[in-house]
């Protein structure tokens, strides 16, 4: 696909437009190799450091901002972008206070221009160069890395689906741009990855294992681990998880993702930690009712998670009655591509996501704990747009990081819940059969704080 792209010099000042290639490399690629061992995950900040840094975000505690790189794959009204480096240049609301970031963008690289572009708009607002290249950006035009934190948001734009239906959005080869700069300049910085590491574990696993050899912390994932929940659950750390349940809506791999991370952060608490997925299996259609059934998954879980939904569609809508959907039946009229992702963990712990299109327009979980009669549950609750708050949670897991040099939570659980999401696709074009993986041994621990919203 052609696009346009605008040029700056090494001052950020813009002219002409020229064709923007992620080609010009300032070195050769460094490639590293990960194979299947278990990678641990660097250890969260302590809440001394928290509270610094949280000191640090809203006074900017006499210090001189630290200097932002943006990688994008578009720049536009309503894109993923546009909401995360809003934020870090005019501020964002968190727990009850306007919060502006010790921060400042100073560079941004683009792949694609479409329609409605705003990059070089906000160049021209907030003082920063639009660049041809990913080095260029990360050098600010110079000769050496000239920034101390990277966020990398390969969120929208046109890019090829693969044989999966999972759209190629470079944030690899994006990420490996970085490195390669981080490799030949000798000093390494802070890097957010937007949602998925890659839509390929494999590549997932190389952005771990260069954060680890290089000592950089890398923060990815989606804002649903870290909007707020109704009501307010966080499972008790080293519990004993029976079952769990996650419904979600939306297309595959985009906002199945969504929903197996929001899962995951929740699951990972359980005793002993995360220690990875030994099968799963994607099912569609009468047999994902079946499946329930046949106890596969949980009906009371399904009815604990439904219980939590503010979206129930159908006669709700219709004329404003309550509906016991599962109860009723009306859930299998109202779904009428039902998808079902089976997951067994190597510990035992089995669960499952169910995508109910056209039930309900919410994502909530529900847990069996050993001990509880009744299951535990919560709705991740979601913003409307165009202010979209949630992502202003996550921008204040970003800031965290950038101000304290770790991660608050680990890249392994972004890591493992691409694998989970890779494997359950192959699952599906292969005929929805159930699938081995030996692959997915990660373990890791997440961290014992809470991270989501609470105030």
């Known amino acids: 696909m052609s696009e346009k792209k605008k040029k700056t010099t090494s001052e950020g000042a813009v002219s002409a437009p020229v064709k923007r290639s992620r080609s010009a490399k300032a070195a050769p690629r460094a490639r590293t190799k990960a194979g299947t061992r278990r990678l641990s995950a660097p250890r969260p900040p302590s809440p001394a450091s928290r509270s610094k840094a949280s000191a640090a975000q809203t006074t900017g505690a006499g210090t001189a901002p630290l200097r932002l790189a943006v990688i994008a794959t578009v720049y536009r009204y309503l894109s993923h972008a546009q909401h995360f480096v809003d934020r870090f240049l005019v501020g964002y609301p968190y727990e009850g206070e306007w919060r502006r970031s010790n921060t400042r963008v100073v560079s941004l690289y683009v792949d694609q221009t479409p329609e409605g572009d705003q990059s070089v708009d906000r160049g021209r607002e907030f003082g920063f160069g639009v660049y041809p290249s990913i080095s260029q950006a990360l050098r600010c035009g110079g000769r050496k890395l000239a920034v101390d934190g990277v966020l990398i948001i390969g969120e929208h734009g046109d890019y090829p689906s693969n044989e999966l239906g999972q759209i190629q959005y470079p944030r690899y080869e994006m990420f490996k741009e970085c490195v390669e700069v981080f490799e030949a300049d000798g000093r390494s910085v802070p890097i957010y990855n937007d949602k998925h590491l890659s839509y390929s574990f494999d590549k997932a696993q190389q952005m771990v294992a260069d954060g680890h050899r290089l000592g950089f912390p890398i923060l990815a994932g989606s804002s649903l681990p870290v909007t707020w929940r109704l009501p307010d659950l966080e499972l008790p750390y080293d519990c004993d998880i029976e079952e769990a349940l996650m419904i979600g809506v939306g297309g595959s791999d985009a906002m199945d993702y969504h929903a197996l991370e929001a899962m995951q952060c929740m699951i990972e608490r359980r005793r002993g930690g995360e220690t990875g997925v030994a099968s799963v299996q994607l099912i569609e259609?009468?047999?994902?009712?079946?499946?329930g059934e046949d106890g596969r998954w949980s009906k009371r879980l399904l009815e604990a998670a439904l219980s939590r939904s503010d979206s129930p569609q159908g006669l709700t809508h219709e004329d404003g009655r309550t509906q016991d959907l599962l109860g009723s039946g009306e859930l299998m009229k109202l779904v009428k591509d039902p998808a079902a992702y089976l997951i067994e963990f190597r510990d035992g712990l089995k669960a499952t996501l169910l995508m109910i299109n056209g039930a309900v327009s919410d994502f909530n979980f529900a847990a069996k704990l050993r001990g509880q009669a009744n299951p535990v549950s919560c709705q991740f609750f979601l913003t409307p747009t165009p202010n979209v708050t949630y992502s202003a949670c996550l921008v204040a897991k970003i800031d965290e990081m950038l101000t304290t040099g770790v991660a608050p939570f680990p890249a392994e659980r972004t890591m493992i819940v691409n694998g989970i999401l890779e494997s359950c696709l192959r699952s599906k074009?292969?005929?929805?059969?159930?699938?081995?993986?030996?692959?997915?041994?990660?373990?890791?621990?997440g961290p014992k704080e809470s991270h989501h919203g609470r105030r």
């Open 285 to 291: 259609g009468k047999k994902v009712w079946k499946a």
């Open 429 to 445: 074009h292969g005929g929805h059969k159930k699938l081995k993986t030996p692959h997915l041994n990660v373990s890791y621990r």
